[in-house]
């Protein structure tokens, strides 16, 4: 928890904490640690002294963050509390709290958003009110899920997972008069991601880049760079890039030529597009990169056959860049897609 510059807390949340005062009553805890360098002890680097807590009878803390550097979410079973440091009395204190329908699993935070998670009410995004002293709901998903996971990417974009095996991203657009977010992206993973976060891509400064970062409404190119890691209980790790609208459609393209290739398209006659959907759950704007990728391991004559297709579509498409590409042009397009991602 970075207070003010130079300083820096460590937060818990705990459940089933007895005193001998409470008798027989549990509380969650919320535990603020300061944590400095020790510059008198040679042996320890570090010193932690507790700074105070917070009780929340009968609770159990779920999930904490950090809100704008002054405040400190905790979620304690069904309720959001807003914690802060009085400036007085130097007590951790609740400044307000909301009481949700479920408990709250997970809580992600990006500028003035907060992201609520669930396992029975999927996601919410909600703001504080500095003014009003208050949480403001802004939208929810239109979907109920499982949610497994959640994070915040921006003031407007969070990127979620369920039990199915979804992995999902929700926008909130202040211009949209639709009464809830809108589903930005959505694929099937086939597995449990249980940990998001946010990263960035190492690569080459030579390479040209393809991605736009996770802000949909900046084209800041200090974004650029950015990826959301997803981990699962199987041991996998995925990366997630945000492209740019023409990269989209030009990795869209080639993913629809392969799986009309005998070589490249999926066996016994399924469908990438039913592989990477769940009942209820349709893909959307999803490029499978391992899939695409294929193309890279094809003999020349079957890249020369796969160029020409591409070119003959995106030129019917008449898009800006409607020049007809080599096939060395399109196998470095996608070598620079695919690096990204390792």
Partial sequence: WNVKPGTRYVCFGTSGYQSERSGDQIFGRVLVFSLKINEILTDKKYRMRKL????????????????MN?????????????????????????????TMRWPIHYLSTSGSLIVVGGQRESIIFYTYNTFMRRFELIKSDPIQRLTMSCLAVSEYVAVGSDKAGNVFGLVHDPKSKLGSLIPAFQFNAHEIITQLQLGNVIFSPQLEPIESGWNPVSDDSNVTGQAVY????????????????????RMKLVQDILQR?????????NSLSEFRSNDGSPLLNFIDGEFVSQFLSLSREDKEEITYSYNMIWEALEMPEDRSWTVDELESYIERFEMRCK
Avoid: C, M
């Fill in 52 to 67: 105070g807590e917070f009780h929340i009878p009968n609770a159990r803390i779920l999930s904490i963050v950090t809100y």
């Fill in 70 to 98: 002054s405040y400190l979410l905790a979620a304690a079973d069904n309720v959001l509390y807003l914690l802060k440091i009085d400036s007085n009395t130097r007590k951790l204190i609740s400044g307000t709290q909301v």
């Fill in 230 to 249: 997803g981990s699962t209980l199987l041991g996998s790790v995925w990366v997630l890039l945000r492209l740019n609208e023409v990269d989209y459609k």
């Fill in 261 to 269: 290739v005998d070589k490249t398209k999926p066996i016994l006659g």
